[in-house]
C-alpha cells in the first residue's frame, strides 16, 4: 500500500522561508534600457504598455516620451509612433 499520507504531513509541517531580499533585488533590476519614442501623429495620444500596463501620454506632435523598455514591442506596431536613436 502507498504511504503517502505521510509524505504529505511531512511536507505541510516544513516551513516556508519569506522571499529572499537578494533575489528581489534581482527581479527589479533592469535587463534593458527604457526607449523613448516620438510620437509623428497631429494632435494628442494616450495609450497603454501592454506588458506593464502603464498610462504614456504624448501631449502634442513630435512630442518625446520614455517607454519601459517591456512595452517598446507593443509601441512599434503603432504607426504614429516612432523609435527615437
Excluded at 45 to 54: D, E, Q, Y
Excluded at 65 to 79: E, F, K, L, N, P
Aim: hydrophobic share 30%; with cysteine.
Amino acid at each position: 500500500m502507498c504511504n503517502c499520507g505521510n509524505k504529505r504531513t511531512q511536507y505541510s509541517n516544513q516551513t516556508m522561508l519569506l522571499s529572499n531580499p537578494d533575489v528581489n533585488d534581482e527581479i527589479t533590476k533592469r535587463m534593458w534600457p527604457d526607449i523613448k519614442f516620438e510620437y509623428t501623429g497631429l494632435t494628442a495620444l494616450t495609450i497603454f504598455g501592454s506588458v506593464t500596463g502603464k498610462k504614456y501620454r504624448f501631449h502634442h506632435p513630435n512630442d518625446i516620451q520614455v517607454i519601459d523598455y517591456r512595452d517598446a514591442s507593443s509601441m512599434m506596431g503603432v504607426s504614429v509612433l516612432k523609435k527615437v536613436k
